[in-house]
């Protein structure tokens, strides 16, 4: 269980260490993406609005019980200085009477959930959805020890064959006219495919143990951790529990798949970022050594990519929804457009947890979890009442807000100015306003264009404004990602 500390390897090592694990985790995420979106946009063009809606009601649920899954208590094992096998297997002991209580749970609580949201079926689909928990622990802890390690290589692969699993199985089902089973059946396939991926990956066989003495730490952190999670789910599934009862499914679903679409990249490329950057942090604060300028340079890098996506997103959604999803998909255009201008600024509160949690101080996390869980509830309900784009009106309050209070509580305890961390993302914001600009003159030449065409003249004028405009700003942006994709040797940033 031991592992090389900064300063038996030095900082050089310890850099190509962290790129090797970003390069596997969120090229082969990348890969993944691309495999599931492929099957997605296929499904989405086979299924009705009014599936993803349901679909939706089951996932409130789902996700609200999976706070208490334990997941917390496995992610303890990768900022504790001290593990050994009896202590994983308590970690794997409490997650399987966690997650068999959960199982038990959802099952029962079914009919009654399904009354809530006046949709029978989504009692039969929380029945089968409850064997996802069963699989959690078999995943969880292998994953959380070669995230110690810093070895992504075999989680990157466990994840493309789950991506393969998972798309191939809701593709042939909505093919067969399955309708919502098509994406109730394949999450679990991934689930279980991951379990028993992880498992062989980490060559781990713990015997779990109930005896729960001297775990204290672990229970400690993760116990908090868990208390992030749950403010969490109530910032991130109000939406939905709020308009599950007033909306029409058909509106419903078009609402929470614009959130699918537009939460893409900070939903599924973010995460893989910040399991690499809390074991990088925690490996760096354990040797003492600044945590500042890896953290401007994640903050920077993220925004770097997130948000000319995200403005690109807005200002095409019209034709790209189009041309993927087709016309009965039209309505969803500009929810995914108003969603996209807010995503920018969640996808940077995201990525401030890792640094404070490898700390040891996950306060922060729930300090900032609990801002949200207020926040988000409240705007929501105030905008219920003009709809989907009541919704969308209430992220554009929430997500600036959410940044200011999470940055507010951060940036202290890592030691970074907000002057400094404001210098470095302003020539992105500015490229961005620059892209956007020649996107809106573009635009309104094409208008009468296919939407096939629109996107072919759109696509490359927002990149090259983008890119043109960094390269006169801040080439050494540009040129510093370029050395991190070739693996070249690079020094943080000067704290």
């Given at each position: 269980?031991?592992?090389?500390?900064?300063?038996?390897?030095g900082?050089?090592?310890?850099?190509?260490?962290v790129?090797?694990?970003?390069?596997?985790?969120?090229?082969?995420?990348?890969?993944?993406?691309?495999?599931?979106?492929?099957?997605?946009?296929?499904?989405?063009?086979l299924?009705?609005?009014t599936?993803?809606?349901?679909?939706?009601?089951?996932q409130?649920?789902v996700t609200?019980?999976?706070?208490?899954?334990?997941?917390?208590f496995?992610?303890?094992?990768?900022q504790?200085?001290?593990?050994?096998?009896?202590?994983?297997?308590?970690?794997?002991?409490?997650?399987l009477?966690?997650?068999?209580?959960?199982?038990?749970?959802?099952?029962?609580?079914a009919?009654?959930?399904?009354?809530y949201?006046?949709?029978?079926l989504?009692?039969?689909?929380?029945?089968?959805?409850?064997?996802?928990?069963l699989?959690?622990?078999?995943?969880?802890?292998?994953?959380e020890?070669?995230s110690?390690?810093?070895?992504?290589?075999?989680?990157?692969l466990?994840?493309?064959?789950c991506?393969?699993?998972?798309?191939?199985t809701?593709?042939?089902?909505?093919?067969?006219d399955?309708?919502?089973?098509?994406l109730?059946?394949?999450?679990i396939?991934?689930?279980?495919?991951r379990?028993?991926?992880l498992?062989?990956?980490?060559r781990?066989?713990v015997?779990?143990?109930?005896?729960?003495?001297?775990?204290?730490?672990?229970?400690t952190f993760?116990?908090?951790?868990?208390?992030?999670q749950?403010?969490?789910?109530?910032?991130?599934?109000s939406?939905?529990?709020?308009?599950g009862?007033?909306?029409?499914?058909?509106?419903?679903?078009?609402?929470?798949?614009?959130?699918?679409?537009t939460?893409?990249?900070?939903?599924?490329?973010?995460?893989?970022?910040?399991?690499?950057?809390?074991a990088?942090?925690?490996?760096?604060?354990?040797?003492?050594?600044?945590?500042?300028?890896?953290?401007?340079?994640?903050?920077?890098?993220?925004?770097?990519?997130?948000?000319?996506i995200?403005?690109?997103?807005?200002l095409?959604?019209?034709?790209a929804?189009?041309?993927?999803?087709?016309?009965?998909?039209a309505?969803?255009?500009?929810?995914?457009?108003?969603?996209?201008?807010?995503?920018?600024?969640f996808?940077?509160?995201i990525v401030?947890?890792?640094?404070?949690?490898?700390?040891?101080?996950?306060r922060?996390?729930?300090?900032?979890?609990?801002?949200g869980?207020?926040?988000?509830p409240l705007?929501?309900?105030?905008?219920?009442?003009?709809?989907?784009?009541?919704?969308?009106?209430?992220?554009?309050?929430?997500?600036?807000?959410?940044?200011?209070?999470?940055?507010?509580?951060t940036l202290?305890?890592?030691?970074?100015?907000a002057?400094?961390?404001?210098?470095?993302?302003?020539?992105?914001?500015l490229?961005?306003?620059?892209?956007?600009?020649?996107?809106?003159a573009?635009?309104?030449?094409?208008?009468?264009?296919?939407?096939?065409?629109?996107?072919?003249?759109?696509?490359?004028?927002?990149?090259f404004?983008?890119l043109?405009?960094?390269?006169?700003?801040r080439?050494?942006?540009?040129?510093?990602s370029?050395?991190?994709?070739?693996?070249?040797?690079?020094?943080p940033?000067a704290?």
């Amino acid at each position: 269980m031991n592992h090389p500390s900064v300063d038996q390897t030095g900082d050089a090592a310890f850099a190509r260490r962290v790129r090797s694990a970003v390069a596997w985790r969120w090229g082969t995420q990348v890969l993944a993406q691309l495999i599931t979106w492929t099957s997605t946009i296929l499904v989405v063009r086979l299924l009705e609005p009014t599936d993803y809606g349901l679909f939706a009601m089951s996932q409130v649920v789902v996700t609200a019980l999976a706070f208490l899954n334990g997941q917390s208590f496995a992610t303890s094992l990768v900022q504790t200085h001290h593990i050994d096998e009896r202590r994983i297997g308590q970690v794997f002991g409490l997650m399987l009477l966690l997650n068999g209580a959960l199982a038990v749970t959802q099952f029962l609580f079914a009919p009654y959930a399904a009354a809530y949201f006046r949709e029978p079926l989504v009692a039969d689909m929380l029945r089968i959805q409850a064997a996802i928990f069963l699989t959690i622990p078999f995943a969880a802890i292998p994953q959380e020890l070669l995230s110690r390690r810093i070895e992504f290589r075999s989680q990157g692969l466990v994840n493309l064959g789950c991506a393969v699993v998972g798309a191939t199985t809701a593709l042939v089902l909505a093919w067969f006219d399955y309708g919502v089973w098509a994406l109730v059946y394949a999450p679990i396939a991934m689930f279980a495919t991951r379990a028993i991926g992880l498992t062989v990956a980490a060559r781990l066989l713990v015997k779990p143990v109930f005896d729960f003495r001297g775990a204290g730490d672990l229970l400690t952190f993760g116990g908090a951790l868990t208390a992030c999670q749950l403010l969490w789910i109530v910032q991130s599934q109000s939406d939905v529990v709020i308009a599950g009862r007033v909306f029409e499914t058909h509106d419903l679903g078009l609402y929470t798949e614009a959130l699918f679409l537009t939460l893409i990249v900070t939903g599924r490329f973010l995460p893989p970022i910040n399991e690499v950057a809390f074991a990088a942090y925690s490996e760096l604060h354990k040797a003492g050594k600044p945590l500042a300028p890896y953290f401007l340079r994640t903050l920077r890098t993220v925004l770097l990519v997130t948000a000319p996506i995200y403005i690109g997103l807005a200002l095409t959604a019209e034709p790209a929804i189009l041309l993927l999803f087709g016309e009965k998909w039209a309505e969803m255009a500009p929810i995914v457009a108003g969603l996209a201008l807010a995503m920018p600024l969640f996808a940077l509160q995201i990525v401030c947890s890792p640094a404070t949690n490898a700390m040891g101080q996950p306060r922060i996390y729930l300090a900032s979890n609990g801002i949200g869980a207020v926040i988000f509830p409240l705007l929501f309900l105030a905008g219920i009442a003009a709809g989907p784009m009541g919704l969308v009106q209430a992220w554009w309050i929430g997500a600036p807000l959410l940044l200011l209070a999470t940055l507010a509580l951060t940036l202290p305890k890592v030691h970074l100015p907000a002057t400094r961390l404001a210098g470095e993302l302003l020539p992105i914001v500015l490229a961005c306003g620059a892209m956007a600009a020649a996107v809106w003159a573009v635009g309104h030449a094409v208008a009468s264009w296919s939407p096939f065409a629109q996107l072919l003249a759109l696509v490359p004028a927002g990149i090259f404004s983008y890119l043109g405009a960094l390269w006169i700003g801040r080439r050494d942006y540009l040129l510093d990602s370029w050395a991190m994709l070739r693996h070249r040797e690079l020094a943080p940033d000067a704290g």
